[in-house]
């Protein structure tokens, strides 16, 4: 009787040992944040020539993460399934210029939008196109599953296209437009403005554009407290002029909106 007790309270005592560091190991996951990235989105979230990851977004989500008092972590993703990385849990924020749209609000809990955006098409510097008629019977690439895909299909000039090709990021896209694979490309304003600070002789982009958006961060649906924690942490950050200082280093001026 005596060894069927011990036994039993070295068990009980066992189990309690692993709750107890799994308790330690849950809490201390609570204090990080694991944001999902797109790492080919400049000058959002990229890799420099060091390889480290780098961005608008990055220096964004660093300085929030410090407001609210946690670490961050950016884990690249496949943009395609970012929806199901947040909603599984492998990630708590999706955050790398993720544009607001009625069928994500479905999905995902939104902050208020920080940046303004639009969906524009880019060729070649010496391409005859001018005008988004001219798109007719062309092959056009973009990035699959993102709001470049939806401004396309919600403008009339899609049915008259001859070729829609999804790509896997924007590099991808725009490495086949110079190839001559592609006729033009459909892309975040932002994103390729600043390739065109780099290589200005390569690109032009219409001055028609199919769509106007808004970024912003998305959380996982019944998250309410992180949400609110979040953007208390980005309301602080407007007023007190840090996110105005990563917009300049950036972008050269102040863009986040209030």
């Known amino acids: 009787m005596k060894k069927r007790l011990v036994t039993m309270i070295l068990m009980v005592a066992a189990a309690l040992v692993i709750f107890t560091g799994c308790s330690t190991s849950t809490s201390k996951e609570e204090d990080k944040l694991v944001i999902g990235i797109d790492d080919k989105f400049a000058p ?3 890799r420099d020539e060091d390889n480290n990851i780098v961005g ?3 220096d964004y989500a660093k300085a929030a993460a410090e407001k609210m008092g946690t670490e961050v972590t950016f884990q690249p993703i496949d943009w395609k ?4 990385e947040l909603s599984s849990g492998r990630i708590d924020l999706i955050w790398n210029g993720y544009t607001i749209t009625d ?3 479905e999905k995902v809990l939104f902050t208020k939008p920080y940046l303004k955006n639009a969906q524009v098409i880019v060729t070649l510097a010496d391409s005859e196109l001018t ?3 001219d798109l007719e019977g062309k092959v056009v690439g973009l990035q699959s599953l993102s709001s470049a895909s939806d401004a396309l299909n919600a403008s009339p000039i899609k049915e008259k296209v001859k070729t829609v090709t999804e790509f896997a990021d924007n590099v991808q896209a725009l490495t086949d437009l110079k190839s001559g694979r592609l006729d033009a490309v459909v892309i975040d304003e932002i994103v390729i403005n600043y390739y065109m600070t780099k290589e200005a002789e390569t690109f032009k ?5 199919l769509a ?5 961060i998305g959380v996982k649906k019944g998250n309410e407290e992180l949400l609110e924690k979040l953007q208390k942490a980005l309301d602080e950050m407007n007023e007190d002029g840090t996110a105005a200082e990563i917009s300049k280093t950036w972008f050269g001026e102040d863009k986040v909106l209030k």
């Open 81 to 84: 399934t970012k929806e199901a």
């Open 205 to 209: 982009v219409l001055e028609e554009s």
């Open 56 to 58: 608008f977004d990055i």
């Open 103 to 105: 069928e994500r609000k």
């Open 44 to 46: 959002m979230g990229f």
């Open 212 to 216: 106007p958006e808004e970024y912003g």
């Open 131 to 133: 005008k988004l008629d």
